[in-house]
Each structure stands twice: as C-alpha cells, then as structure tokens.
C-alpha cells in the first residue's frame, strides 16, 4: 500500500512542510477564520509579528487557498440546492474546455468537480426558482452536457468540515 506522501506525489501533489504550529494555527483558522492576529498568537503562543508572518507564508504557498464567508443560500435567496452530475457528450479538448469554461462562468453554479465514474462532474446549484435552474440546465446542456441527473438537496446533515489536521484524541 502506497504512503500518503507517495499517494500525494502519484497526484502530482506535493505537500507543504509543515511544522506543529503551522497545524495549530491552520485548525484555530478552520475553527474560526474570523479570529483576530493577536488571538491567533496567543493561542499559539507566538507573538503576533510571528503569527501573522506564518499565516501569510501559509497563503503564499497555497495551504491557505481563502479565507470567506459561508452564507446560507436559503437566507440570501436561493431556496433550491442542487447537485448536478453531468456527463459529457464530446471527451475532446475542445468541447471539455468549453462546457468548463462555461460552468466557471455561471453563477448560479457555486461548486464544480471533475469527477469519475458515470458521470464527468458534479456540480452544486443555486437558484431564486425553477424557471432559473430550467435557464442553468438548459445552458448547461447547449454547452455540451449530454446526461444531466439532478438531485434535490433536502437537508444539510452535516457542513463541510475541517480538515483532522491534528492527531484525534484518545477517547
């Protein structure tokens, strides 16, 4: 069985170095990204001029891809979620590029994922109505989706989680 780092690496992934407190500021930043630069320090225990130098070089190198806000879609309008998964007619550069280009382009499609087994992606879909996620299909399907299976998200069981960066606790 393969390493995590030969995996990593077989992915074309090469992880960044990082020591005990990188981790622990990278899980006090997945826990509340809000946090202040002093608080972060003192949870630490760096000062605040170390703590902030680590968190921009954690950015620099990528680890840290953004920092936002997560919003409930249903609070700001959107009461349809949906996954779509959608398989391509054409598996030509070409017509690859085009159908990516054009999910970059909508907005109304909040996360997309180039995926295997039946389907080529799984896309996360927002909408005001039906009428305006009839509009994101239809589009979807000019722009080379062949097969497009809709599901319906009913509940969020649970949110996306941190990363277990940090060794699980002994129960």
């Known amino acids: 069985m393969a390493s995590r780092r030969q995996n990593k690496i077989m992915f074309g992934i090469m992880p960044v170095e990082l020591d005990e407190?990188?981790?622990q500021l990278l899980a006090e930043l997945q826990a509340d990204a809000?946090?202040?630069n002093v608080e972060l320090a003192r949870l630490v225990g760096l000062s605040p001029a170390a703590t902030l130098h680590r968190?921009?070089?954690?950015k620099q190198s990528g680890v840290i891809k953004v920092i936002s806000?997560?919003?409930?879609?249903a609070a700001v309008g959107f009461p349809l979620q949906m996954y779509v998964g959608a398989a391509l007619g054409r598996h030509d550069p070409?017509?690859?590029?085009?159908?990516?280009?054009?999910?970059r382009a909508l907005p109304?499609?909040?996360a997309a994922d180039n995926v295997t087994g039946e389907m080529d992606y799984l896309l996360t879909v927002v909408a005001r109505d039906v009428a305006e996620?009839?509009?994101?299909?239809?589009?979807l399907a000019a722009r080379g989706g062949q097969r497009l299976v809709?599901?319906?998200?009913?509940?969020?069981?649970?949110?996306?989680s941190r990363l277990p960066l940090l060794p699980a606790a002994a129960d």
């Open 150 to 160: 809709t599901y319906l998200r009913l509940e969020e069981i649970k949110p996306p």
């Open 55 to 58: 968190v921009r070089r954690l």
């Open 69 to 73: 806000a997560r919003l409930d879609p």
């Open 34 to 36: 809000d946090r202040t």
């Open 133 to 139: 996620l009839q509009k994101v299909l239809a589009t």
């Open 108 to 110: 109304q499609i909040i």
């Open 21 to 23: 407190i990188d981790l």
């Open 94 to 103: 070409r017509g690859t590029r085009l159908f990516e280009d054009h999910v």
